[in-house]
């Protein structure tokens, strides 16, 4: 029998340990460079659900782990940060999940490994079991960890649930392919957009490329660039935030969860693109994948600093 819920926000995907690697002086590729190792429990779904944690929403998180100490510390953080865990599925033959990530000194990405081959075991049946306790429209986030067979069931299921779907990665990002009409918010970055897009066409063009295909809503992230957006045939667009950048690891996830925090509160989507860049820029100044300094009243701050 399938347990009832009813959280505000259902979150589907990967949740495991990240270990960033940062130099402390230039990095020398080929050399062994001094530096820190940090680890904490990210994941695209992760770390959105962390995120819309810290902003006081209950947040359900269903994803899979193997049965090890990553797992074990996977769970007891997500618990911690008042994250549901009631659909987790643990798989005893494969280890958890991990990403491992080089940065150089300025935080700036120079490699990343995904170890990530256990998130192919999601079981689509567990769908039924996260749906059948939402009695009202709630939004579902879900990332392209998942294997297709779980993004396609969840968009044929999702019956009047609110579907936003993160790329996650270029690799990664066509598994969303064949769902993109019944999406009705799409993150990604402008390679991922490129590969959704199928096109080799100008940068300025994919939003109504996507838009065309009939994704119904979506933020394409351009770094330093700032934003393109598009919602019912109108386009929006916002520059990079003036912040100095300490990071850019989560950036595009607190992002995401930010501007679903303004869309829960019923905010218009061009406002909640403020919403969205200010929860970006905490990230950025932030060496913390989910920064602490996030809550309700900074990002209400912080929208007042957002050019538009």
Avoid at 51 to 73: E, F, K, P, Q, Y
Avoid at 81 to 96: H, M, N, R, Y
Avoid at 217 to 227: N, S
Avoid at 276 to 288: D, I, K, T, V
Wanted: overall charge negative.
């Amino acid at each position: 029998m399938s347990q009832t819920f009813e959280p505000d926000i259902l979150i589907i995907g990967g949740a495991h340990i990240d270990r960033i690697g940062r130099s402390t002086a230039r990095l020398e590729p080929g050399q062994s460079n001094p530096g820190t190792l940090k680890r904490n429990v990210g994941g695209v779904a992760g770390n959105i659900a962390q995120c819309l944690a810290r902003l006081d929403w209950n947040v359900t998180l269903s994803s899979i782990c193997g049965r090890d100490a990553d797992a074990d510390l996977i769970q007891s953080e997500l618990t911690k940060a008042g994250i549901d865990l009631a659909f987790l599925v643990t798989e005893g033959s494969k280890p958890s999940a991990s990403y491992t990530a080089i940065e150089d000194r300025d935080g700036s990405l120079i490699a990343g490994i995904a170890d990530m081959s256990i998130y192919d075991s999601y079981p689509p049946e567990k769908l039924a079991d996260c749906l059948s306790g939402l009695s009202e429209p709630t939004i579902i986030v879900a990332d392209t960890n998942l294997p297709v067979s779980v993004l396609d069931a969840l968009a044929d299921k999702k019956g009047n649930h609110f579907l936003a779907v993160s790329a996650v990665s270029g690799p990664k990002a066509n598994r969303a392919a064949e769902i993109l009409e019944k999406v009705d918010l799409l993150f990604c970055n402008e390679a991922e957009a490129a590969i959704l897009a199928q096109e080799f066409a100008e940068l300025d063009a994919l939003p109504e490329i996507l838009m065309e295909i009939g994704v119904k809503a979506g933020i394409i992230t351009k770094g330093g660039a700032g934003l393109s957006a598009w919602q019912d045939k109108e386009f929006f667009s916002r520059p990079a935030p003036p912040v100095k950048v300490r990071s850019t690891n989560g950036a595009g996830d607190a992002l995401a969860a930010s501007m679903l925090h303004a869309l829960l509160l019923q905010t218009p989507f061009d406002k909640a693109l403020d919403y969205g860049m200010a929860g970006a820029s905490l990230a950025l100044m932030s060496e913390q994948t989910v920064p602490d300094m996030l809550n309700r009243s900074m990002l209400e701050a912080c929208i007042a600093d957002i050019p538009t």
